[in-house]
T-cell receptor
């Protein structure tokens, strides 16, 4: 078990609504990355946060946004939800100084959009 | 470009046999290659990783090999056990940064 926690575990939303997912990083880690994992697929990089700023973004539209707080926890916000946003959303933490790419994942939030 | 191809998509072995999963990456700048195990309903668990300055790394029953010239890397699991059954993902970092590009996954089934 990693020390990365995510909430909520499951979420059901209606198309057009907005959602906020939360992540607490592992102790000693200051970098948080978010991934989207569709059923039967590998995780896809959404973006990464370091020192409260976005530090790299994947091919996701602007309605996917995030925040990082001074305690290194993070939020993922998705506006105007679409049916295709249904997926497992994973948060991963890493230490920017030691190994920014050595990432430890949380259990994920399962989002269903109806 | 950024792409990681993983094969096979499914793999079934008898308990005690070996299992090999292979990946190919496209970004010449990639220098970090982790492997993750994902069990049903859980997040991916980092099981082993290798950096580009090393050709092989072992940790008990698992080993990873890297061929930088061919842009191939492989996961080897020996003496497989039923608890090894899971989906395994390879990944490569993109442009030596913190973005990981994942393969499509291999569903490993170890039959007792």
């Amino acid at each position: 078990e990693t020390g990365v926690t995510q909430s909520p575990t499951h979420l059901i939303k209606t198309r057009g609504q907005q959602v906020t997912l939360r992540c607490s990083s592992q102790s000693g880690h200051n970098t948080v990355s978010w991934y989207q994992q569709a059923l039967g697929q590998g995780p896809q990089f959404i973006f990464q946060y370091y020192r409260e700023e976005e530090n790299g973004r994947g091919n996701f539209p602007p309605r996917f946004s995030g925040l990082q707080f001074p305690n290194y926890s993070s939020e993922l916000n998705v506006n105007a939800l679409e049916l295709d946003d249904s997926a497992l959303y994973l948060c991963a933490s890493s230490s920017r100084l030691d190994s920014p790419d050595e990432q430890y994942f949380g259990p994920g939030t399962r989002l269903t959009v109806t | 470009g950024e792409n990681v191809e993983q094969h096979p998509s499914t793999l079934s072995v008898q308990e005690g046999d070996s299992a090999v999963i292979k990946c190919t990456y496209s970004d010449s700048a990639s220098n970090y290659f982790p492997w993750y195990k994902q069990e049903l309903g859980k997040g991916p668990q980092l099981i082993i990783d290798i950096r580009s300055n090393v050709g092989e790394k072992k940790d008990q029953r698992i080993a990873v090999t890297l061929n930088k010239t061919a842009k191939h890397f492989s996961l080897h699991i020996t003496e497989t056990q039923p608890e090894d059954s899971a989906v395994y993902f390879c990944a490569a970092n993109y442009n030596q940064g913190g973005k990981l590009i994942f393969g499509q996954g291999t569903e490993l089934s170890v039959k007792p």
